[in-house]
Structures are given as C-alpha cells and as structure tokens.
C-alpha cells in the first residue's frame, strides 16, 4: 500500500497550489480519502474529505469556500487544490484513506505560505 503525496512548496498569501496523492495497493474507489494537515506545535486536523463515491465532501470551517477536494478514480488519485492561501496554512499536509477501521497514511507535503 502506498500514498505519495506531491505538489507541495512555497507560495505568497493569497496563491494556489494542488495538492495530489496518488494510490496504490488497495481498491482506491471502496475508500474515503482525507487530507490532514499538521502545523508546528499543534495537533493534526483533518482539513477536507471525500466519499468514496465522491457524491459528498467535508471541510474544515478555515477552509470551506478556499480548499476544495476532488478525486480521479482513473488515476487512483485524490486533490487538494488550495486557494486564496493565507500563512495560518502553513503546515505538513498527509493523505489519508480510511474504510472500516483500515486506514492508511502518506508520508505529508510542507506547504509553506510566506512572503
């Protein structure tokens, strides 16, 4: 099993920047994909989420209206497209994949918002 996560960096306030995660080793379509974020000296969150069917998506209240979560079963990959970027989203983001009590995790991508 694997998710690799890329697309993060350095971005000004108020840039974008696309996370992705792609997967591999587990039936992709029967999971609920996640992306958490951890910033330093706090606790992960979960920042946005999606069905396995992708009908339905969650955010986090910092984020709704700027993040939004899609996912590509195709490609076995899930997004986070991330806009109007502000420095309080600075942090490790992880992909996680979570079915029943299975989950797996990524290994996080620094994003980095700072002029």
């Known amino acids: 099993v694997q998710l690799v996560e890329s697309g993060g960096g350095l971005v000004q306030p108020g840039g974008s920047l696309r996370l992705s995660c792609a997967a591999s080793?587990?039936?992709?379509?029967?999971?609920?994909m996640r992306w958490n974020r951890q910033a330093p000296g706090k606790e992960r969150e979960l920042v946005a989420q999606i069905t396995s069917t992708g009908y339905s998506t969650y955010y986090v209240d910092s984020v709704r209206g700027r993040f939004t979560i899609s996912r590509d079963e195709g490609k076995n990959t899930v997004y986070l497209q991330m806009n109007s970027l502000k420095p309080e989203d600075t942090a490790v983001y992880y992909c996680?994949?979570?079915?029943?009590?299975?989950?797996?995790w990524g290994q996080g991508t620094q994003v980095t918002v700072s002029s």
């Open positions: 996680n994949a979570a079915r029943g009590t299975s989950r797996y």
């Open positions: 080793g587990f039936t992709f379509s029967s999971y609920v």
